[in-house]
């Protein structure tokens, strides 16, 4: 399967996912005009990896800000590695925040509360 990657833009995060190690990455602040058009191929990416990945997945994230879409988007991702981790995967995600953004420290609780694979939410200095 082959790699994907999305370059950053000054509203869209950059996406790094490696299919090799199971590294997924999503990194900046996320309120791209059109969402969904947007998360659309990371979703799709996600399910058909999820069909083949064997080993862990770890989902790390660092995104300052999300809109309202970016979160729906997240949550439907979310959704997914919760059935791939009750289906037996091997599922993590590790929320980075700088810590000076309480915001988004909160917005990973809120998201951490409902799911039942490890979730760990890690401050980090600001830059």
Not at 1 to 14: E, G
Not at 32 to 42: A, L, V
Not at 109 to 127: G, M, R
Request: charged share 20%.
């Amino acid at each position: 399967m082959d790699h994907l990657f999305i370059s950053a833009t000054t509203s869209s995060p950059a996406v790094s996912f490696n299919s090799e190690t199971g590294v997924l990455q999503i990194t900046g602040e996320s309120y791209p005009e059109n969402t969904f058009e947007f998360y659309h191929p990371i979703i799709r990416w996600v399910k058909e990896y999820l069909k083949i990945a064997v080993d862990k997945v770890a989902l790390q994230l660092e995104m300052p800000y999300l809109n309202t879409g970016s979160i729906k988007c997240l949550m439907d991702i979310f959704d997914l590695l919760e059935d791939a981790h009750e289906n037996g995967q091997n599922v993590e995600v590790i929320w980075r925040y700088h810590q000076g953004n309480p915001r988004a420290q909160d917005t990973a609780e809120e998201f951490s509360e409902d799911l039942t694979f490890p979730f760990l939410i890690e401050a980090v200095a600001c830059e």
